[in-house]
T-cell receptor, first 114, second 108 residues
């Protein structure tokens, strides 16, 4: 039973570029949440996808967008990258009929913006 | 606004007991979760309190007081492998809002 998988594991971009991060949820899960974690900080909620729609959104600009596919996998897109976007991006999955307080996280994508 | 405050660092020795506190302020609150994250690893779920009181899972216990907007995680019989960051997270209408995290260092 595969857990949450994310790709790529590491990524280096330059300011102004665009990036797409990918996530496959744990088998049986239909809800995907994305978090940004700066070094030494707690994960910050970006948004949550369920039934291919953005259900909830945190305090992030419109440069951050996402998508969920019919197989429940998800993408996070960030446009016009800034130096401050450098962080670990975590994907977490849960079952909408299950417990939202128990998220299963992937190992993350480490994004460096130069 | 939403915020969860935790002490930045706690140190302890093997075999000891350590308590990590969390105070929260959220617009909607359903309960408090705790997660462990080793350096370079993914956060992993430890426990959840929906109601006031103590929840015990092996060496880990978690406590919640809704009236005080306060919770804590208690680790007993500390082991070296418990060295990690610990985050409290408030369940706010189906999304988890994470705290600032406490880094626990366990010494032999």
């Amino acid at each position: 039973d595969a857990g949450v998988t994310q790709s790529p594991t590491h990524l280096i971009k330059t300011r102004g570029q665009q990036v797409t991060l990918r996530c496959s949820p744990k088998s049986g899960h239909d809800t995907v949440s994305w978090y940004q974690q700066a070094l030494g900080q707690g994960p910050q909620f970006i948004f949550q996808y369920y039934e291919e729609e953005e259900r909830q959104r945190g305090n992030f600009p419109d440069r951050f967008s996402g998508h969920q596919f019919p197989n429940y996998s998800s993408e996070l897109n960030v446009n016009a990258l800034l130096l401050g976007d450098s962080a670990l991006y975590l994907c977490a999955s849960s079952s909408d009929r299950g417990r939202s307080e128990k998220l299963f996280f992937g190992s993350g994508t480490q994004l460096s913006v130069l | 606004g939403q915020s969860l405050e935790q002490p930045s660092e706690v140190t302890a020795v093997e075999g000891a007991i350590v308590q990590m506190n969390c105070t929260y302020q959220t617009s909607g609150f359903y309960g408090l979760s705790w997660y462990q994250q080793h350096d370079g690893g993914a956060p992993t779920f430890l426990s959840y309190n929906a109601l006031d009181g103590l929840e015990e899972t092996g060496r880990f216990s978690s406590f919640l007081s809704r009236s005080d907007s306060y919770g804590y995680l208690l680790l007993q019989e500390l082991q070296m492998k418990d060295s990690a960051s610990y985050f409290c997270a408030a369940l706010d209408t189906d999304k988890l809002i994470f705290g600032t995290g406490t880094r626990l260092q366990v010494f032999p």
